[in-house]
């Protein structure tokens, strides 16, 4: 499998779960500007959409989408434990996270990435964010992780979409649940890896 990244993007979501699950893979470096892989590929020959992560298969087939991609690699590795077990209740709540991150939390730092945005905008939507991560914050409040004493591919996507805060000077130590949470996750070797990797840490 190989992995088509750019560092500090939506990409590392996967990058983690991929070092979490085990097992052999490669990565890609992505140029966000040009399009270009770091072999010289036209990336939107691989991805249409043109933005990463993307996966490629043995066979050559592709999936994007980082809660598809996630979802998929955990279900590879079933013995990592990185996604309750399909079709259970318990898996619903995986998906739920996933989406919530990805609808609320995700297209709302990627609002602010948004040189473009005018200002009223911007504070509306730091605003919302704000509402947001307090909601984030109660949730964790009682538990180690997303679902409770086991880490996820949910926390992983919950981790890099909490790693933008610092591009719009919001401060996760004012949320203790939210900054302890990130601490944690920071500390586990398959993240740190992927840092490393990435150029991130």
């Keep these: ?3 088509f990244y750019s560092p500090g993007a939506c990409s590392l979501s996967p990058h983690i779960v991929l070092r979490e699950a085990g097992g052999p893979f490669q990565l890609e470096r992505v140029d966000l500007k040009t399009h270009t892989t770091a072999s010289g590929a036209d990336f939107y020959g691989i991805n249409p959409k043109g933005y990463v992560p993307a996966l490629q298969l043995e066979d050559g087939r592709v ?11 955990a279900d590879r590795a079933p013995q990592a434990h990185l996604a309750p077990a399909n ?12 989406s919530y991150i990805g609808t609320e939390l995700h297209k709302s730092f990627s609002s602010l990435f948004n040189a473009k945005l005018p200002a009223e905008v911007k504070e509306a939507t730091l605003a919302s964010l704000h509402k947001k991560l307090d909601y984030v914050s109660k949730a ?8 409770g ?3 996820s591919v949910a926390d992983a996507y919950l981790y890099t979409v909490l790693r933008w805060s610092r591009f719009f000077k ?32």
Excluded: N
């Design 1 to 3: 499998m190989k992995l």
């Design 63 to 73: 999936l994007a989408e980082g809660p598809a991609i996630v979802q998929f690699l």
């Design 87 to 98: 079709g259970t209740f318990e898996r619903a709540q995986l998906q739920e996270w996933l």
């Design 140 to 147: 964790l409040a009682s538990r180690k992780f997303l679902l």
């Design 149 to 151: 004493d086991t880490f």
């Design 170 to 201: 919001i401060d996760l130590a004012k949320r203790p649940a939210i900054h302890d949470y990130v601490a944690c996750v920071a500390g586990r070797p398959a993240v740190r890896a992927s840092l490393q990797e990435e150029g991130l840490s």
